[in-house]
């Protein structure tokens, strides 16, 4: 059965372009043009993803993300927003709130494409069962999606999870910023290299007990960052 994508966005030639890539691309397509068209859609259809354009009438993107992220039975559908906003801050609160991808306009629609199949390997592949990762006090689990230190647990976002987790797979191994927006993320994001630094900055102000002299995460200088493995 083919994986159904619904495509939201007010902009009926952007709705044609990407649906036609899609469609031709062996996806079944749902369209909406407003936030309360695309929340009921999401509800009554249950899409195996949501391309999310922000600038919306009535609820936004933001909003349905949200409400998305809170619904029990719909926290698990994955999300790429669509946008002209092109600031890094958004990019990262877009992230943070659940986003599993963020695609900036202009776009090719080869690339969001192979975005969504990214993002759909992700979420749905066939992978070993999650097992318990340990690294010095930080104890992971992905099945749960919970982190403890020391015994007490740790809240996370997303992003900052998903770091972690790429941190504790290989520890001592020293990630360049690239390389860890592409294992957390699941795709390399053009530009938002810098952007590492912030998630790492939030990282070890949850997990270190001196943020300026890390014991865990450590900067590698002229690389990008490891995950001290006996710390």
Same mark, same amino acid.
Request: hydrophobic share 35%; proline share 6%.
């Given at each position: 059965?083919?994986?159904? /994508?619904?495509?939201?966005?007010?902009? $009926?030639?952007? #709705?044609?372009? !990407? &649906? =036609?890539? %899609?469609?031709?691309? @062996?996806?079944?397509?749902?369209?909406?043009?407003?936030?309360?068209?695309?929340?009921?859609?999401?509800?009554?259809?249950?899409?195996?993803?949501?391309?999310?354009?922000?600038?919306?009438?009535?609820?936004?993107?933001?909003?349905?993300?949200?409400?998305?992220?809170?619904?029990?039975?719909?926290?698990?559908?994955?999300?790429?927003?669509?946008?002209?906003?092109?600031?890094?801050?958004?990019?990262?609160?877009?992230?943070?709130?659940?986003?599993?991808?963020? /695609?900036?306009?202009?776009?090719?629609? $080869?690339?969001? #494409?192979?975005? !969504? &199949? =990214?993002? %759909?390997?992700?979420? @749905?592949?066939?992978?070993?069962?999650?097992?318990?990762?340990?690294?010095?006090?930080?104890?992971?689990?992905?099945?749960?999606?919970?982190?403890?230190?020391?015994?007490?647990?740790?809240?996370?976002?997303?992003?900052?999870?998903?770091?972690?987790?790429?941190?504790?797979?290989?520890?001592?191994?020293?990630?360049?910023?690239?390389?860890?927006?592409?294992?957390?993320?699941?795709?390399?994001?053009?530009?938002?290299?810098?952007?590492?630094?912030?998630?790492?900055?939030?990282?070890?102000?949850?997990?270190?007990?001196?943020?300026?002299?890390? &014991?865990?995460?450590?900067?590698?200088? @002229?690389?990008?960052?490891?995950?001290?493995?006996?710390?």
């Amino acid at each position: 059965m083919a994986q159904r /994508v619904l495509v939201v966005d007010d902009d $009926r030639q952007i #709705v044609r372009l !990407v &649906r =036609a890539y %899609l469609e031709q691309s @062996g996806f079944e397509v749902l369209t909406a043009s407003d936030g309360e068209t695309a929340l009921h859609t999401i509800r009554s259809e249950r899409p195996d993803l949501v391309v999310l354009d922000l600038m919306l009438p009535g609820r936004d993107g933001w909003e349905i993300t949200r409400i998305l992220r809170s619904d029990p039975s719909l926290v698990g559908t994955p999300i790429i927003m669509l946008t002209a906003r092109v600031e890094d801050t958004d990019k990262i609160v877009g992230l943070e709130l659940g986003a599993d991808d963020y /695609v900036t306009k202009p776009f090719n629609p $080869r690339e969001l #494409v192979a975005r !969504v &199949r =990214a993002v %759909l390997r992700r979420v @749905g592949g066939a992978e070993p069962p999650p097992r318990l990762l340990r690294v010095g006090g930080i104890t992971l689990d992905p099945d749960r999606h919970e982190v403890n230190l020391d015994g007490r647990p740790v809240d996370l976002t997303p992003t900052e999870f998903e770091l972690l987790r790429a941190f504790m797979e290989e520890p001592d191994h020293a990630f360049t910023r690239g390389e860890l927006i592409e294992r957390a993320l699941g795709y390399t994001y053009e530009g938002m290299e810098r952007t590492v630094d912030s998630h790492i900055k939030n990282l070890r102000r949850k997990l270190e007990e001196d943020p300026r002299r890390p &014991r865990y995460i450590q900067t590698v200088y @002229g690389v990008g960052y490891r995950l001290k493995g006996d710390a």
